[in-house]
């Protein structure tokens, strides 16, 4: 395995889980790679290239290189470029040599992880760019691939933006379902402030909500669809006492301007909903 380490992240259990799907474990048949045991001599040697056929940011170098370890640990393995460059179409991003059938029963897993997580980066430093604004940090949501969490806010972290809440534990985040039950957006924050949590994040969508969720306790407030004049009239309102979050409706047309309201933060979903996969492409040669 890699020193590569992610708070609330197990690398070592995410590549034996990936591997024992893709090899079949437990199943009739199961628990090992046909093809490759069948073609390729199990002595057998490979040198081989990973390259990005697009230009993009780079994330999830150390996973890859996790998958090849765990079925070679003597494999030797050059990373050429590190999580978080920006390369041109064509560049070269690791050199291995190894065990053949090691590196072919890998070399999926690593090339999906490294594809979907270059992808996510290679879309948030677009948006970064699109945004143009030191003074706003770009954030991701909770639209995730459930179980790819941690890696998917790594790669957004690698794009150049942060985090917003990693899960349901952190901090409230109270939505316009829970205003409906709790019967107002005062009621809803006075409810999380008296159940103890400290970080309160209260998404409001007209501006006459704005006062009773702040008198209420909220820590931040999520400004809902709001086009930039309301957004810049409700960050005026807000005056500084907590930060300010614009969200939805927010794509690369328009993330310039409503970053450039005033607001401490723009989230936005897509990030990690959306994220095209990157081409990226792993070629060999035998020795």
Request: charged content about 25%; overall charge negative.
């Amino acid at each position: 395995m890699t020193d590569f380490q992610i708070d609330g992240f197990d690398l070592a259990a995410f590549v034996a889980s990936t591997l024992a799907e893709d090899l079949g474990e437990g199943l009739p048949g199961g628990g090992h790679d046909v093809t490759s045991e069948s073609v390729i001599p199990a002595d057998a040697r490979f040198s081989g290239v990973m390259d990005s056929r697009d230009a993009i940011t780079v994330a999830g170098l150390p996973v890859a290189e996790a998958f090849f370890r765990a079925l070679d640990p003597a494999i030797l393995i050059e990373r050429l470029v590190e999580d978080g460059d920006r390369v041109a179409a064509g560049s070269d991003l690791m050199r291995l040599t190894g065990n053949a059938r090691a590196m072919l029963t890998a070399e999926r897993s690593a090339l999906n992880t490294v594809q979907h997580l270059s992808g996510i980066a290679t879309m948030v430093r677009a948006y970064v760019d699109a945004m143009d604004n030191p003074q706003c940090t770009l954030l991701d949501t909770r639209k995730t691939i459930p179980g790819l969490r941690h890696l998917e806010k790594y790669a957004v972290r690698m794009g150049g933006a942060a985090n917003h809440r990693m899960g349901l534990w952190d901090a409230a985040m109270i939505k316009d379902n829970h205003v409906l039950v709790a019967g107002n957006v005062g009621e809803a924050v006075r409810r999380a402030r008296a159940a103890g949590v400290k970080d309160i994040i209260c998404e409001v969508d007209r501006i006459d909500q704005i006062e009773p969720a702040l008198e209420a306790g909220a820590t931040r407030l999520l400004l809902d669809n709001m086009p930039p004049d309301t957004l810049r009239e409700a960050v005026a309102l807000v005056a500084g006492r907590v930060p300010t979050e614009a969200s939805g409706g927010i794509n690369l047309d328009t993330i310039k301007a409503k970053a450039a309201t005033g607001v401490n933060y723009v989230s936005v979903g897509r990030l990690t909903q959306s994220a095209p996969a990157a081409d990226i492409g792993l070629d060999f040669t035998p020795l």
